[in-house]
């Protein structure tokens, strides 16, 4: 069996030997950092190369004649446009418009289609995507146990995995995908990625994770390439407002409130949800997601309450010193008459309330934005 105990990649070992802090992840055992620290490792990405082991992320391959169909109906955003290779950001939706989990697709070579799920989301929306499936002809397969997840994120990511393909990656470009052989590997390699960086994520047979593993470590020395854990990933993902399922979004927001409605294709015609986001869109939601930086001495942190003149009216979903623009800012929810860039908002840290002004985001503007 592959995962045996609580849930454990096949890079456990590996991350334990390279001094890895190992924590419980969505019910999975990854490293949090390693000796080099979080700071660090965030620097690399952002100046060189960082390679983390995203294996607790699902993996679902949606096939059938009914494929398109039954992923149109399912997510928000409109991918009859895509081409084969094409890769694209999405969200599930339940009825009322709140967020089961926000997708990653691929459309392959084939009828098929995969779609990249949260780890702590995968039983669940497997179970939804196959009950949606019902009366179609289609298939909805979970084959996260054997295939496994790999992220090379930073701008000099091109030149390392370069050295272990014959295919030239300039021809990948940003969110298309293809299939190659890394290090003698057969991969499916998508131009995408988490962290605001151009890179890749590398998916692959489970047996050959720790070769993998290795040889992109090996060829990336003279990058000064590093593992990366956790805490890395998020502030990494954070200063660009790259969302987090069960921070930014969750069973309790819609699309439209998380600033995410460009995600969202009314015109495609019916999906789960569609009726419900239209609504809130026409009408405007009753909360938003801001950008905050603090004007009083002190760190947001995440379920820090927010108040406006002493009422507590949001909650912060992920706060922290910015590691690339040395500044203390955040997300929160706040009702939408106070979500305007200047509004003044206290973040109640520890019981006392300090002052923070809602700011323009993201607090670092990805590469691929520029």
């Not at 690399?44 to 983390?52: P, S, Y």
């Amino acid at each position: 069996m592959r995962r045996d105990r609580m849930n454990r990649t096949f890079l456990y070992d590996v991350h334990v030997a390279l001094g890895g802090r190992m924590v419980d992840f969505a019910g999975w055992e990854l490293p949090v950092q390693y000796p080099t620290g979080p700071l660090e490792e965030h620097k690399r990405v952002r100046e060189a190369a960082g390679l983390f082991d995203i294996d607790h992320m699902g993996q679902v391959v949606v096939a059938g004649p009914d494929a398109l169909s039954f992923l149109q109906k399912i997510q928000v955003n409109d991918i009859s446009t895509m081409a084969i290779n094409d890769a694209r950001y999405s969200l599930m939706c339940y009825a009322d418009g709140s967020v089961i989990d926000d997708i990653f697709l691929y459309r392959v070579a084939g009828a098929s289609w995969w779609v990249i799920v949260n780890a702590s989301n995968r039983k669940k929306d497997v179970e939804w995507m196959q009950t949606q499936a019902v009366g179609m002809n289609v298939s909805v397969t979970d084959i996260s146990d054997d295939t496994y997840m790999l992220a090379l994120q930073g701008p000099q990511a091109q030149a390392i995995l370069q050295r272990l393909t014959d295919l030239d990656l300039a021809t990948v470009k940003f969110h298309t995908c293809a299939q190659v052989t890394v290090a003698g590997v057969v991969t499916l390699l998508g131009a995408t990625g988490y962290t605001g960086e151009y890179g890749y994520e590398l998916f692959f047979p489970a047996a050959q994770a720790v070769a993998l593993w290795n040889a992109i470590l090996e060829a990336g020395k003279p990058e000064g390439i590093l593992p990366c854990g956790l805490a890395a990933r998020d502030s990494l993902r954070f200063e660009p407002c790259l969302p987090l399922y069960g921070h930014e979004i969750h069973a309790r927001v819609d699309p439209i409130s998380a600033r995410l409605s460009w995600a969202v294709s009314f015109k495609k015609g019916d999906f789960s949800g569609r009726e419900a986001l239209l609504k809130i869109k026409l009408e405007g939601p009753a909360q938003r997601l801001v950008g905050f930086e603090m004007v009083e001495r002190g760190v947001p942190r995440a379920e820090y309450p927010v108040a406006i003149a002493g009422q507590v009216v949001g909650v912060v979903t992920t706060g922290m010193k910015s590691p690339t623009t040395d500044r203390f800012v955040g997300l929160a929810y706040v009702p939408a008459a106070s979500a305007a860039v200047g509004s003044q908002i206290d973040i109640v840290i520890r019981d006392t309330p300090k002052k923070a002004t809602v700011v323009k985001t993201p607090f670092y503007v990805a590469a691929y934005r520029r």
